[in-house]
């Protein structure tokens, strides 16, 4: 129904930027909240923002001040932008959207995930 592409992953160098997008396709009505999400190795997926469909948004301590989350609703599309990135913040990224979306004429609500994308910060 719905397909979140991450991209704009990397190598970077603590203290180093990096700007990830997710793009949503799909039978796609409206699109809610959308997040990021991160995995580091042996750590649980937690949480690192949030932004609602009217422009509210959330973000984890331990980004707060360093990372900004945007989206371009005409785009479909969400985007983190990461600064002062620490070792710490590498993990695997993963795009996260409630979507509204029809499916054989039926009306649907659900939550989409992306398949990840590698930000690695290391000298």
């Known amino acids: 129904q719905v397909q979140l592409v991450e991209s704009g992953g990397g190598l970077v160098q603590p203290g180093g930027s990096l700007r990830l997008s997710c793009a949503a396709s799909g039978n796609i009505i409206n699109i809610n909240t959308m997040a990021w999400y991160r995995q580091a190795p042996g750590k649980q997926r937690e949480l690192v923002a949030d932004?609602?469909?009217?422009?509210?948004?959330n973000y984890a301590d331990s980004v707060k001040g360093r990372f900004t989350i945007s989206r371009d609703n005409a785009k479909n599309t969400v985007y983190l932008q990461m600064n002062s990135l620490k070792p710490e913040d590498t993990a695997v990224y993963y795009c996260?959207?409630?979507?509204?979306?029809?499916?054989?004429?039926?009306?649907?609500?659900?939550?989409?995930w992306g398949q990840g994308t590698q930000v690695t910060v290391s000298s």
């Open positions: 996260n959207a409630g979507a509204i979306t029809t499916t054989f004429g039926k009306v649907r609500g659900s939550q989409y």
């Open positions: 932004i609602s469909s009217a422009g509210n948004t």
